[in-house]
């Protein structure tokens, strides 16, 4: 069976760390780029960071960047999502899913194998 499957949300204190994990099962995440998205509530949904198959480029929303590190684990079949110096605006469920092609895109659309998300919550 073709799936992702995300693990390592909670709740967290602002200024708090946490580390997502993509593990997938049926197909190799290295295949393609891999994206990790994230959806609050009233919000559309929108891609936090991807990173490439191949030479591992890695790209990030404005609003993560020098806080966030996407990365592949591929004796694993995971890519993972490193997030340190949470803020509330980063409270929503996070996502990740594979693309249809080996390079990074902001479309949604152009994703596949999505996961059923998993909850990161920054409060104090």
């Known amino acids: 069976q073709v799936q992702t499957v995300e693990s390592g949300g909670g709740l967290v204190q602002p200024g708090g760390s946490l580390r997502l994990s993509c593990a997938a099962s049926?197909?190799?995440?290295?295949?393609?780029?891999t994206g990790w998205f994230r959806q609050a509530p009233g919000k559309e949904r929108e891609r936090v960071s991807c990173?490439?198959?191949?030479?591992?480029?890695?790209y990030y929303a404005d609003s993560v960047k020098g806080r966030f590190t996407i990365s592949r684990d591929n004796a694993k079949n995971t890519v993972n999502l490193q997030m340190n110096s949470l803020t509330p605006d980063d409270t929503a469920i996070y996502y990740c899913?594979?693309?249809?092609?080996?390079?990074?895109?902001?479309?949604?659309?152009?994703?596949?194998?999505w996961g059923q998300g998993t909850q990161v919550t920054v409060s104090s």
């Open positions: 899913a594979s693309s249809r092609g080996t390079f990074c895109t902001v479309d949604a659309s152009q994703y596949r194998y």
């Open positions: 049926g197909f190799t995440l290295d295949a393609y780029a």
């Open positions: 990173i490439n198959r191949g030479t591992g480029a890695t």
